[in-house]
């Protein structure tokens, strides 16, 4: 969990945003501030609406209404290449990955260092600046020119979300990074969260792996049908309370 215990600044407040598919309200009204170093648990059932409200952050959604601001100041943006070049990265859950180039070689895809003249690679410098990178995200993956593919889950995961530091984020969105690993490997990532957020980078946190929030988040989310339900403080948040937010039902008399 980030260190910062008392109010900290907005890094990016989302206002009434409103995004309609036919029939469909996908979020009607919906609001989320994250702080700087902030990590924000963002959970909902199906359907809840935090999915398109994400893409909506990121850029590959447009919504209906509603307002967007970073740092102080309200921004617009529609396409994923226009919210990057105000501080916003999203690691999908297929990670986007090529499996046959190396660790290197994906830190920097379409992004490589070059030698004088521009027309060959500088391999070695990116290798070098992969090291570096990696080591200081305390990232332990021993060769930066081994294939992806020959990778584990947990650290394929670790390279998608290296590869978005690369871009030196305001906030980070990372959809489910814990899904599918094993025990030691959702300790790597959760660790790298830390690391991350503790850089002053803001992170939300989407995963159905509830526990996983109370480890490194300072707030928990509740999106429902579309709106924010709850906005809650981990600390002083049981699962059963949040479980219950999330089902949208009310805790028996007591168990408050």
């Not at 036919?22 to 809840?48: I, K, Q």
């Not at 617009?76 to 859950?93: C, H, K, W």
Request: glycine residues 8%.
């Amino acid at each position: 969990m980030s260190s910062q215990q008392t109010e900290v600044a907005d890094r990016v407040v989302m206002r009434d945003i409103r995004k309609r598919y036919g029939m469909v309200d996908a979020l009607r009204g919906a609001t989320l501030r994250v702080g700087v170093g902030e990590v924000v648990g963002l959970v909902g059932d199906n359907a809840a609406g935090k999915s398109t409200m994400m893409k909506v952050l990121a850029g590959a959604v447009v919504p209906d209404s509603g307002e967007i601001v970073i740092d102080g100041r309200p921004v617009s943006f529609t396409n994923p290449r226009d919210a990057r070049e105000l501080g916003i990265e999203m690691v999908y859950q297929d990670l986007a990955l090529c499996d046959d180039i190396d660790v290197a070689g994906n830190l920097f895809l379409g992004r490589e260092p070059r030698r004088s003249g521009g027309l060959l690679l500088d391999t070695r410098k990116m290798h070098e600046e992969a090291r570096l990178h990696l080591d200081a995200l305390n990232i332990r993956i021993p060769l930066t020119d081994i294939p992806v593919g020959g990778l584990s889950g947990g650290q394929r995961q670790a390279v998608a979300i290296a590869r978005a530091v690369t871009f030196a984020p305001k906030l980070l969105i990372l959809d489910e990074p814990t899904a599918a690993l094993a025990v030691t490997e959702v300790e790597t990532v959760l660790e790298l969260i830390k690391t991350i957020s503790a850089q002053g980078v803001a992170v939300i946190l989407i995963t159905h792996r509830l526990q996983d929030l109370f480890r490194v988040c300072d707030r928990l989310c509740v999106m429902y049908e579309g709106t924010l339900r709850a906005d809650l403080d981990a600390r002083e948040t049981s699962l059963e309370q949040l479980v219950s937010e999330i089902v949208a039902h009310e805790l028996p008399e007591g168990a408050r």
